[in-house]
């Protein structure tokens, strides 16, 4: 059976390119990069090297970038830190962030009595930013602002620059989980006024098992892990070698096709959500699909039925791959707390579909054809 694979945001297949670059880090260049002799070096070298092409990559200092096991550790690593070394008293988040932000959050304010608000949520999936102002002008504490990039579910996007000014002008501390946006949108942090940003190699195309966390420059925190000296005495853990030389190499050949791959991707998805509209009666989209959104996510609400509530199980068993939300909790019975937030209709049954560069209009016609036998 042909397998169509529209779950994207969940994770990507490794670029060959990419496995080329990280092959001869599994096979030859193997040493301990902490080590002084030459294999060691040679590896010390790959991986600063990586870093330098990280930081140039994203207009930062290579002193700001430092790499990790992916977008989980680094938040949580950014909100421990922000709390424990920054004296942020208050965190501010939203329902729909991902559970690597709200489980941390709600451990800190449940454990360590910390603060905790989440600004509301238009019914567009957008932050309310007037009641984030409200949030922050009527804190007593030092806040954290903690809002993501762009929803892995929804795919809306924030205005991370108006955020951040928010922030500065309150003299908050910002982190933004950016994993679905790293490898997909151009950044420029020297002139972006954020604390903390995240990001995840599987999410472009890279290996799984490393990220990266951005630390600005004017920041500073101690480890969230204890052990080693790795990572400039900030992450301990013997380095995942290739995992970085995998990450770097696979931002940069996003960055490289960044234009010609995000209009092939946006042109797929707006192309399924008008054949969807044209074929599949009483069909809606959650999120800001016709607005400020990211390019590979669709979510589409189909009309709640007997056929419907079966249909990830029937496009699975036709070889069709997407999610009934995160892929992080695709195994739970408890539903997307991002659709509940934003959608309480409960006669409708909420499907992401998300893209990637190997994806094909053909593969989309596909999909369409066996909804609406399924329907």
Excluded: W
Excluded at 284 to 301: E, I, K, P, Q, W
């Amino acid at each position: 059976m042909e397998r169509i694979y529209f779950d994207n945001a969940a994770t990507t297949s490794l670029d060959p390119a990419v496995l080329e670059a990280m092959l001869p880090f599994m096979t030859e260049k193997f040493g301990n990069p902490s080590s002084i002799y030459s294999y060691g070096r040679e590896s010390r070298l790959g991986i600063e090297n990586a870093r330098k092409s990280v930081a140039k990559t994203l207009n930062a200092h290579p002193g700001e970038i430092f790499f990790t096991s992916g977008g989980t550790e680094s938040s949580n690593t950014a909100i421990n830190a922000a709390v424990k070394d920054l004296g942020c008293k208050h965190i501010i988040s939203s329902p729909i962030e991902h559970h690597a932000t709200l489980h941390t959050v709600e451990y800190l304010h449940h454990h360590d009595g910390v603060a905790l608000s989440f600004v509301n949520v238009l019914p567009s999936g957008h932050i309310d930013m007037d009641h984030l102002r409200e949030l922050l002008q009527n804190s007593e504490e030092r806040c954290l602002v903690s809002l993501m990039h762009a929803n892995n579910e929804i795919g809306n996007l924030l205005d991370i620059h108006a955020v951040g000014n928010l922030c500065k002008e309150f003299d908050a501390i910002f982190h933004s989980d950016t994993v679905q946006t790293v490898g997909h949108y151009p950044f420029d942090l020297r002139n972006t006024p954020v604390h903390f940003i995240t990001g995840a190699g599987h999410k472009f195309h890279g290996p799984k098992g490393v990220g990266i966390l951005y630390i600005n420059e004017n920041v500073k925190i101690t480890p969230f892990i204890q052990g080693g000296s790795q990572e400039r005495n900030m992450r301990a853990g013997t380095e995942n070698l290739y995992g970085i030389i995998g990450f770097a190499k696979a931002l940069e050949l996003a960055t490289t096709y960044h234009e010609e791959h995000s209009a092939h991707i946006n042109g797929l998805r707006m192309y399924m959500a008008e054949q969807l509209t044209k074929h599949i009666p009483d069909v809606a989209f959650n999120g800001d699909l016709h607005g400020r959104s990211l390019y590979t996510v669709l979510n589409v609400a189909f009309p709640k039925s007997e056929k419907t509530e079966m249909i990830l199980f029937n496009m699975d068993i036709n070889g069709i791959c997407a999610s009934g939300g995160s892929a992080c909790t695709s195994g739970a019975n408890a539903g997307s707390h991002v659709i509940r937030a934003i959608n309480s209709n409960p006669n409708q049954i909420a499907v992401r579909f998300s893209f990637s560069k190997n994806n094909t209009k053909e593969e989309v016609d596909k999909v369409v054809e066996k909804l609406k036998e399924l329907m």
